[in-house]
Antibody
Framework: QVQLQQSGPGLVKPSQTLSLTCAIS??????????WNWIRQSPSRGLEWLGR?????????DYALSVKSRITIKPDTSKNQFSLQLNSVTPEDTAVYYC?????????????WGQGTLVSVSS | QSALTQPASVSGSPGQSITISCTGT?????????VSWYQQYPGKAPKLKIY???SRPSGISNRFSGSKSGNTASLTISGLQAEDEADYYC??????????FGTGTKVTVL
């Protein structure tokens, strides 16, 4: 059974960097049969996919256009986890952030989710 | 990229069938078979019910079924039960190489 455990601060100041980590158990971040995603949800923006990383002989990354200039998703094979960094945050980045494992033909079905982390951007 | 359009609410009586629509464009729902459906209870993470238009993950009841016609995907819940009362979201891969979610539908069991 795959489990995803999120960690990271719940409060970030404007203009600073939001950093979250998703620890994986029951699978490997380097697997060839999944993709590892970050998604957020807020009342104003609904559910919003942010990006993903996956390994197919080399590492690949896909990012949402809305955050592409500010986001980095990194795998950490030594700790079997992956992370989210979102730079230059504003109050509009306040949301519940989730990590998720993608399955299906192109790995766009999110079968396993982390517990969610409420991140508030405020001074 | 605009969100996929879902009805704000759908309701039905126990035992009935309901269908939730998810309308996109020829650049997302109409172009790819990467439509998924999620159920979400308040304060909880979404739960995958359908992926790749009509596939069910292991352990998901066959009361949940998915289909697609043109630019519109649909989720049907048959034999409606009280526990099905929740928010439902669709998602689709798009030609911009990103994923877009739907606006969400609140299902009420009368």
């Amino acid at each position: 059974q795959v489990q995803l455990q999120q960690s990271g601060p719940g409060l970030v100041k404007p203009s600073q960097t939001l950093s979250l980590t998703c620890a994986i158990s029951g699978d490997s971040v380097s697997t060839n049969s999944a993709a590892w995603n970050w998604i957020r949800q807020s009342p104003s923006r609904g559910l919003e996919w942010l990006g993903r990383t996956y390994y197919r002989s080399m590492w690949y990354h896909d990012y949402a256009l809305s955050v592409k200039s500010r986001i980095t998703i990194k795998p950490d094979t030594s700790k079997n986890q992956f992370s989210l960094q979102l730079n230059s945050v504003t109050p509009e980045d306040t949301a519940v952030y989730y990590c998720a494992r993608g399955v299906g033909s192109w790995y766009w079905g999110f079968e396993y989710w982390g517990q969610g982390t409420l991140v508030s951007v405020s001074s | 990229q605009s969100a996929l359009t879902q009805p704000a609410s759908v309701s039905g009586s126990p035992g009935q069938s309901i269908t939730i629509s998810c309308t996109g464009t020829s650049s997302d729902v109409g172009a790819y078979d990467s439509v998924s459906w999620y159920q979400q209870y308040p304060g909880k993470a979404p739960k995958l019910k359908i992926y790749d238009v009509s596939s069910r993950p292991s352990g998901i009841s066959n009361r949940f079924s998915g289909s697609k016609s043109g630019n519109t995907a649909s989720l049907t819940i048959s034999g409606l039960q009280a526990e099905d009362e929740a928010d439902y979201y669709c998602s689709s891969y798009t030609s911009s190489s990103i994923l877009v979610f739907g606006t969400g539908t609140k299902v009420t069991v009368l």
